[in-house]
């Protein structure tokens, strides 16, 4: 459920609407993508991300998936690796 808006996030800060590269602004626009990407379903809104409905958010909502699944993994094989007692 983390990886909608945690893609929508990482679209927002590497395709940002603004051409300037001013970071608050783009931090700003990433949490806007961050809550209206599960919203659209893994599309971009029309008017932000200039683009027609052939651009897909669903690559960066992929790797965000594997990044916390293998987040997730690291995490308990480390804890399993631990000497318990």
């Known amino acids: 459920m983390a990886a909608g808006p945690a893609g929508g996030f990482i679209f927002g800060l590497l395709n940002a609407g603004d051409p300037d ?8 626009y990433a949490c806007m993508m961050a809550v209206q990407t599960p919203l659209h379903a893994g599309f971009p809104p029309r008017v932000e991300a200039q683009a027609d409905h052939a651009f897909k958010v669903w690559p960066h909502i ?24």
């Open 21 to 28: 590269p001013n970071p608050v602004g783009r931090f700003f």
């Open 62 to 85: 992929a790797l965000s998936y594997v990044l916390i699944q293998g987040w997730f993994v690291f995490r308990e094989v480390k804890r399993d690796r631990k000497p318990k007692g």
